[in-house]
């Protein structure tokens, strides 16, 4: 079966499925209309499915041996403009970071392998979960039953990659670590609120807060080992609704990334320190609340490689296989990953234009949708294969 051929065959098909889950983004764990949307295209290509958590777990095949196949289909809270004409219209949600590709992707992959199920050596289970972006997803399939249901004995995902690297280009870590962990943080800051024209019957939360983001950088530039990737960053800091009034209380938001278990572990330790340290010497207090929580992400090396033997085997147009990829973002595929022999790839969906000027996350990128078959062929193409080799 040649899979890259039938991709292409279906690429419109694909290509609905992408934008539907597109204008229809949905954050978070509870996505009403991407889960009833993907239910209904499994149902019609006659595959078993059914909710597990807040996601989706299908079936395809039988057998001792199985893989789990996973795509995330979650969106971020934030305003679309890439000008898309199927750009979410909301204001309020927006498929900045490709998961709608992802779970378009598994859904040709999934019609692929039904079609050609006779002839699979084993079981493939389907994975589309939510909440990725708050690390909240995998766990909450995996506590509704996913790898006690499943036991699968490997599992394959990809992410898509934006900006100027065009389809044909996948980028994989069968050595190193692929993904940083990620600590989410969120330091709840109590002063003195008071009027604006007397700061000194007041604790301004404010200027505890400011010196609270200046320690916590000077901690990653003096006491974080750089061949570690720590990355600390604060996204949200928010007080106060008047120019003339000190608050009682601010509160701030941020991630540490790192590559690096004992590092992590110190960092944490120290996040805290900090904090409680620089509120007590300006008379206030904070409390830290824990946001996420997930380990690095690291790859199987075998199982990697045998991925990477298998995908090169497909005619696909200027296939390119770039290994070390390394980033120092995250993903809660972690929880698979550490569990089960794993391999996880980042595939391009960039232009050469201006359309590929932006990254992930940011409201103007694009997405190039030639990426879809060939995404789908490769997870298709590997399933068949390895299930075939390890019978």
């Not at 004409?85 to 909301?90: G, K, L, R, V, Y």
């Not at 378009?104 to 006779?118: C, F, N, V």
């Not at 980033?327 to 089960?340: E, K, L, P, R, W």
Request: overall charge negative.
């Amino acid at each position: 079966m040649n899979y890259y051929q039938r991709a292409l065959e279906i690429k419109e098909e694909i290509i609905k499925h992408r934008r539907y889950i597109h204008e229809n983004a949905e954050t978070g764990l509870n996505l009403p209309k991407t889960t009833a949307y993907i239910l209904d295209i499994l149902t019609e290509y006659g595959i078993e499915a059914k909710r597990l958590g807040h996601g989706i777990l299908a079936t395809i095949g039988q057998g001792e041996k199985s893989l789990l196949l996973r795509a995330d289909m979650d969106a971020l809270p934030m305003k679309e403009d890439s000008g898309e004409p199927f750009a979410c219209p909301t204001g309020t949600e927006g498929h900045c970071c490709g998961h709608d590709m992802h779970a378009a992707i598994l859904l040709g992959t999934a019609k692929m392998l039904k079609e050609q199920e006779d002839a699979l050596k084993g079981t493939v289970y389907l994975m589309f979960q939510p909440a990725e972006e708050t690390f909240e997803g995998a766990r909450d399939m995996i506590a509704a039953g996913l790898l006690e249901e499943t036991k699968p004995d490997a599992s394959l995902a990809l992410h898509v990659m934006p900006g100027h690297q065009t389809p044909g280009t996948f980028m994989y870590n069968n050595t190193g670590i692929m993904m940083s962990s990620v600590d989410g943080f969120r330091i709840h800051i109590q002063g003195k609120g008071g009027h604006g024209a007397f700061p000194q019957n007041a604790i301004n939360p404010i200027t505890i807060g400011a010196h609270i983001h200046i320690a916590l950088s000077e901690l990653i530039a003096n006491e974080a080992d750089p061949a570690h990737s720590c990355v600390l960053s604060i996204g949200h800091f928010e007080a106060g609704k008047a120019p003339n009034i000190i608050p009682h209380t601010a509160f701030m938001e941020g991630t540490l990334r790192t590559k690096n278990e004992e590092a992590r572990k110190k960092l944490v330790r120290r996040i805290h320190e900090v904090c409680e340290f620089t509120a007590k010497r300006y008379g206030g207090s904070v409390s830290i609340e824990t946001l996420s929580d997930m380990s690095i992400l690291k790859n199987d090396p075998d199982f990697t490689t045998q991925m990477v033997d298998y995908m090169k085997e497909l005619p696909i147009p200027n296939l390119n296989g770039i290994p070390g990829s390394s980033a120092n973002a995250s993903d809660d595929y972690a929880m698979i990953t550490n569990v089960i022999p794993s391999c996880y790839f980042n595939l391009a969906a960039g232009f050469e234009d201006e359309r590929g000027d932006y990254g992930v996350h940011h409201p103007k990128v694009r997405f190039n949708e030639d990426a879809l078959p060939i995404g789908a062929s490769l997870l298709a193409h590997c399933t068949a294969r390895w299930l075939k080799d390890t019978n």
